[in-house]
């Protein structure tokens, strides 16, 4: 007996007839209305914010909107994603509606220079130092690459490409990938690209004369736009370390011999002293630890070197910058990496003469174990966001972006923007949500006892799903807690493969065990991961079909309450009011990333599972005001008591026929 899906799609609507002759398949539930939302909201020259759960379709049906649109005004499309995968999508995509709609659609996603360049020095340096490089190479024709680009004419783009493709292609005709992206650039209606872009003034201002249009004459789409504020707030952060200020020191005596920058020497020594005397300060810490700083007194010790020298902090930091190219260029002369630590506290000095009356922008120092960090970080991402708000329009677009308000005013977006929360997709009886009263995972109850107990409850849940199960955790000290519990030893003798991601994991590790992972769903086996909420593998991994079953958030992720979380509730609260202050600054991102973990399993509208939210504060109606729809409308709250959640989730999987093996879940 199969179970059909039931949509919505009939009360919804139909799309705008110009959306039909690009719309490639029949619509899903709510993609009509989004479909609507867009297309009439862009064509009124308005900014839109849209929620959707995953598995709607969000980028067919947004680029479908959008298209006819684009067309009619002359518009390019640009499409910003966080990931590679998700811009190769957008081209795939445009594919699918160029050979199923007959259009004559162009695209091509762009990578940044790092991620085409075929030259192995720029291929593993960092982006500034992969820019500068290729810059050298170019200006001196040492770059073969570019000048067998440059003996050819490109005079029209014909379909869409991927950065995947243009790399290969290049590669077989010798020519530079990277710069031949930007020659098509101006030719393609549709660019798929990185958030860097949009957010970096420098790249964005390149960018922009690349593609020989400005923003005015683009619809920008952000796509999993949730990640925009912490995005564009990190890439205008800045720190230096005492261990980087120890390299620049070393760098200058190496490339200094003659001792023609002394005043160099003296102020690195000098910048160096003021954090070890920090250090020294806060000498008995165990834990890590952020200290707030003296504006008057470091700008005073600043001062008196200033004074004594007589020479003036701007200019110094130019001079800085000037003998950090001087050593990369040698560096780059002698075959040797291209990184320069005096070049990097160069640009560190500029930063903080730039910054430190600024409001937007935080100091404060970080003391970890055997390091000491001066930290700069933005509070405040509306000014490095605010020349999108001159785009033509920008759709924003998220599975986790309510309350929606927060987000237009926390990225400085028009409030007039158009927004709507779609109906969830996901048929009632294919997700089920508990909340088991009882379960304390506050500061202070993270004791050995509670540990105990909450294992004893994952393990019910972990036996009574039919596949593979997955714990999320508040935050790696919960799951340093947890995981002193004999969890791995209980998952083990219930013949289950145990998973668990670690701080420090390499990239390609944890690849490798998620694959793993991924495997043993598809083979039957069941295994359990045990990750955080906020990690790559709650929020950048989708697990769908038999990839994951049952999804466990294991207290909520709210972030500790350090110095620079308090400082930003108060900034927060002065910008925004009250009772905003704190929601924005603290609540919100914790409940981001509890609806990015939970929505793991949920990935496809024929996938269904099970979420268990392991800590009352979920059963609160404050809290619940946090949780995505979808969420709150599948919850049961549940008694703390042996066996229930064992019962309840074997009730939910009964219903199924539960072919593990296959790749995707079929309801019954
Ligand atoms: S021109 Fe192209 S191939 Fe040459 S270094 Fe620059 S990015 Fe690499």
């Not at 940044?112 to 992969?130: D, I, K, L, S």
């Not at 690349?210 to 205008?236: F, K, S, T, W, Y």
């Not at 003391?367 to 329009?393: E, G």
Request: hydrophobic share 40%; proline share 5%.
């Amino acid at each position: 007996m199969s179970m059909m899906v039931t949509t919505v799609t009939d009360q919804l609507g139909r799309f705008p007839a110009e959306m039909q002759t690009y719309f490639p398949f029949s619509p899903r539930p709510g993609q009509a209305l989004m479909g609507r939302e867009i297309y009439y909201g862009v064509m009124a020259k308005n900014h839109v914010a849209i929620e959707g759960a995953a598995g709607l379709g969000k980028t067919i049906t947004c680029l479908s909107a959008l298209l006819p649109i684009c067309k009619q005004e002359g518009l390019i499309l640009l499409y910003a994603a966080r990931t590679h995968s998700q811009m190769q999508r957008v081209i795939e995509e445009l594919t699918t509606i160029n050979k199923r709609r007959g259009q004559k659609l162009t695209g091509i996603s762009m990578y940044g220079r790092a991620n085409m360049c075929p030259n192995a020095e720029v291929n593993e340096a960092q982006p500034t130092e992969a820019m500068e490089l290729c810059s050298i190479f170019r200006k001196n024709k040492q770059c073969e690459w570019y000048e067998n680009l440059k003996a050819q004419e490109i005079d029209e783009v014909r379909g869409c490409l991927t950065a995947e493709y243009i790399r290969e292609f290049s590669l077989a005709n010798r020519i530079c990938p990277y710069y031949l992206g930007k020659e098509l650039l101006p030719h393609c209606g549709v660019v798929a690209i990185t958030y860097v872009y949009l957010i970096d003034p420098f790249i964005r201002s390149v960018f922009f004369n690349n593609l020989g249009r400005g923003i005015e004459q683009c619809v920008v789409v952000l796509d999993e736009c949730h990640n925009l504020p912490e995005l564009a707030m990190h890439a205008m952060s800045q720190g230096e370390s005492d261990r980087a200020l120890k390299n620049a020191l070393k760098e200058y005596h190496r490339f200094d011999a003659t001792g023609k920058y002394p005043l160099i020497l003296h102020f690195l020594k000098h910048f160096l002293a003021y954090l070890v005397a920090i250090q020294e300060q806060n000498r008995d810490t165990k834990e890590d630890l952020e200290v707030g700083i003296e504006k008057a007194e470091i700008q005073k010790y600043l001062m008196e070197f200033v004074a004594q020298y007589s020479t003036d902090l701007y200019l110094l930091s130019t001079e800085i910058q000037r003998f950090g190219r001087q050593i990369r260029h040698l560096k780059i002369e002698a075959h040797q990496p291209p990184y320069s630590a005096v070049l990097r506290f160069g640009y560190f000095l500029e930063h903080f003469i730039k910054t430190f009356k600024d409001p937007q922008y935080l100091h404060y120092i970080i003391l970890s174990q055997n390091r000491v960090q001066y930290y700069i970080r933005c509070i405040d991402c509306r000014s490095v966001l605010h020349p999108l708000t001159k785009a033509w329009s920008v759709v924003s677009m998220s599975g986790t972006l309510e309350p929606i308000n927060a987000y237009l005013e926390i990225c400085g977006f028009p409030a007039q923007t158009r927004r709507q929360v779609l109906p969830s997709p996901f048929d009632r009886k294919m997700v089920k949500v508990i909340a088991p009263r009882g379960i304390d995972v506050t500061y202070f109850r993270r004791t050995p006892e509670q540990y105990a107990h909450i294992m004893d409850q994952c393990l019910e849940v972990i036996q009574a799903t039919p596949g593979n199960t997955a714990i999320f955790c508040a935050s790696y000290e919960v799951l340093e807690g947890f995981l002193r519990t004999p969890l791995k030893r209980e998952i083990q003798k219930l013949g289950r493969t145990f998973y668990a991601e670690k701080k420090d994991m390499p990239s390609r590790e944890n690849d490798a065990m998620i694959t793993k992972f991924k495997q043993d769903g598809y083979q039957g086996k069941g295994g359990v991961l045990v990750g955080v909420c906020g990690g790559r593998n709650s929020e950048g991994v989708d697990f769908p079909g038999a990839e994951l079953y049952t999804a466990m958030i294991l207290g909520v992720p709210l972030a500790r309450m350090t110095h620079s979380i308090n400082a930003l509730i108060d900034y927060y609260t002065r910008q925004f009011g009250v009772w905003k202050g704190k929601e924005y600054a603290y609540t919100l991102p914790a409940f981001r990333r509890t609806n990015q973990a939970a929505g793991r399993p949920i990935r496809t509208l024929t996938d269904y599972g099970v979420i268990v939210l392991l800590d009352e504060r979920y059963t609160y109606p404050y809290y619940r005001r946090f949780l995505s729809h979808w969420l709150n409308e599948n919850m049961v709250i549940v008694e703390n008591e042996p066996q229930v959640l064992a019962e309840e989730v074997a009730r939910f999987y009964a219903k199924f026929e539960i072919p593990i093996t296959k790749n995707k879940k079929k309801g019954v």
